[in-house]
């Protein structure tokens, strides 16, 4: 499915010069047009949001997380990380709700509801989605 949505992007990958690595992924029980939606906009952001100066590198991984209080269950942990140009953590409660944007519409195209999307899609599937930054720095969505 990460290859599709790779596929699907590769005419706005190319022209950004950018690349995207997709790691191991596990096979889990979920919305297949779910997941490719949260991973087309997780991806895109990361080349949408790129630093001008620089070819952006996106990286897919997963692994599966064992959950001690819940033997039976465990939780697959998907990271996105990018070499993009950040943000403010003091932002974080903002970027996952509907139409809260960090930059203008000038500034970067967009609706401002991709990663509000993203989070709903995780929630439904009993997830959560979080983000790790500085701006100017590499932010990690997982």
């Excluded at 950004?16 to 596990?26: D, M, Q, Y």
Aim: charged share 25%; glycine share 10%.
């Amino acid at each position: 499915m990460a290859s599709g949505v790779v596929d699907d992007l590769e005419g706005r990958i190319e022209l950004v010069k950018g690349r995207v690595e997709v790691g191991a992924l596990p096979v889990i029980d979920a919305e297949p047009l779910q997941m490719r939606q949260l991973l087309q906009n997780l991806i895109g952001n990361a080349l949408k949001f790129r630093r001008p100066e620089e070819p952006p590198l996106v990286k897919v991984e997963a692994q599966i997380i064992p959950t001690p209080q819940r033997p039976k269950i465990n939780f697959a942990g998907l990271t996105v990380s990018d070499n993009c140009i950040g943000f403010d953590e003091k932002y974080l409660d903002r970027i996952f709700n509907v139409f809260q944007r960090l930059h203008t519409r000038n500034e970067y195209e967009g609706t401002g509801m991709g990663l509000a999307i993203v989070r709903k899609i995780a929630l439904y599937h009993g997830g959560d989605i979080t983000a790790k930054s500085k701006l100017g720095r590499v932010p990690h969505l997982s």
